[in-house]
T-cell receptor
């Protein structure tokens, strides 16, 4: 079945550092890929998405590129802020999965001033 | 806009007790979902409802039942709670056909402890 693997956290960075959170997936066909973010005490929010190979999703300074050849969708940001501290989830929707998502385990990011 | 509203936010149960988690959305969404979130395991789908009047099992349905009461409301029931059901529960809904249908909107969660 479909699966998503993320790097384990926590990831601790200083403000203005470069961020990469790795995400790889296993799925048949061409899934849609997503990053969701969960701020403390809240539910998840969609951060960005990509629906086909080589698409780049971007939002709030975050980017991720759909790499079919490496089955990856790594999240990057050039300069993190304290307000980016949250848990980040990579997810996929398989082509025959309706609207159901498969989530990775989540990566906690802590940004220190 | 309220979005997705879950109640209660916190609950402590004793083993064997029953309870119902309530969820309502005001975005006229067709699909609704119940997930549980456990440390290091991400979110796992318990049940979902693709439309009013239909429900289907997800990845981890054992020990749970659901009711899609109407288009707005989707409840999750634990008939006889077990310590293994200690978790954070999230309700979510997704958009109308062709309109951001892949985007899930989440409630703020219910933290459940079963002693």
């Amino acid at each position: 079945g479909d699966s998503v693997t993320q790097m384990e956290g926590p990831v601790t960075l200083s403000e203005e550092a470069f961020l990469t959170i790795n995400c790889t997936y296993t799925a048949t066909g061409y899934p849609s890929l997503f990053w969701y973010v969960q701020y403390p005490g809240e539910g998840l929010q969609l951060l960005l998405k990509a629906t086909k190979a080589d698409d780049k999703g971007s939002n709030k300074g975050f980017e991720a590129t759909y790499r079919k050849e490496t089955t990856s969708f790594h999240l990057e940001k050039g300069s993190v802020q304290v307000s980016d501290s949250a848990v980040y989830f990579c997810a996929l929707r398989g082509r025959n999965a309706g609207n159901m998502l498969t989530f990775g385990g989540g990566t906690r990011l802590m940004v220190k001033p | 806009n309220a979005g997705v509203t879950q109640t209660p936010k916190f609950q402590v149960l004793k083993t064997g007790q029953s309870m119902t988690l309530q969820c309502a959305q005001d975005m006229n969404h067709n699909s609704m979902y119940w997930y549980r979130q456990d440390p290091g395991m991400g979110l796992r789908l318990i049940y979902y409802s693709a439309s009013e009047g239909t429900t289907d099992k997800g990845e981890v349905p054992n020990g749970y039942n659901v009711s899609r009461l109407n288009k707005r409301e989707f409840s999750l029931r634990l008939e006889s709670a077990a310590p293994s059901q200690t978790s954070v529960y999230f309700c979510a809904s997704s958009g109308r056909q062709g309109v951001d249908e892949e985007k899930l909107f989440f409630g703020s969660g219910t933290q459940l402890s079963v002693l």
